[in-house]
């Protein structure tokens, strides 16, 4: 299993395939923050994340926000008071790719660094 750390996402075509369920649970070791839902029969993961104040929780937005611009692969983001939810999913492929768990941990990275 690769170091999620280390990868960058790579260019996803619709006929790719998406991570296998077998493979879901090494992943997820890697971001053990977030969480595997479904909608409408689409895996996806999803994470909240808290701040004190709107500022905080649209000044990570906008983190989060850039990097995925830089890696070309964009989240679901929704900001609210105090709080921030990210999904992450392949749309082109209409479930997760191991670019959603690359992203993942960068936005866990942010998190990190963002109140140090």
């Given at each position: 299993?690769?170091?999620?750390?280390?990868?960058?996402?790579?260019?996803?075509?619709?006929?790719?395939?998406?991570?296998?369920?077998?493979?879901?649970?090494?992943?997820?070791?890697?971001?053990?923050?977030?969480?595997?839902?479904?909608?409408d029969g689409i895996k996806k993961l999803k994470r909240n994340f808290k701040f004190k104040n709107f500022i905080e929780a649209l000044?990570?937005?906008?983190?989060?926000?850039?990097?995925?611009?830089?890696?070309?692969?964009?989240?679901?983001?929704?900001?609210?008071?105090?709080?921030?939810?990210?999904?992450?999913?392949?749309?082109?492929?209409?479930?997760?790719?191991?670019?959603?768990?690359?992203?993942?941990?960068?936005?866990?990275?942010?998190?990190?660094?963002?109140?140090?």
């Open positions: 299993m690769e170091n999620l750390i280390e990868n960058k996402c790579v260019p996803c075509s619709e006929g790719e395939e998406r991570i296998q369920d077998s493979e879901l649970s090494e992943y997820c070791l890697q971001i053990p923050e977030w969480k595997i839902i479904e909608e000044r990570f937005t906008n983190l989060v926000g850039n990097a995925a611009e830089e890696m070309h692969h964009h989240p679901v983001i929704l900001t609210q008071w105090g709080k921030v939810e990210v999904t992450w999913w392949t749309h082109k492929i209409k479930g997760l790719h191991k670019n959603d768990f690359t992203m993942a941990n960068k936005t866990d990275m942010l998190i990190n660094s963002f109140f140090q």
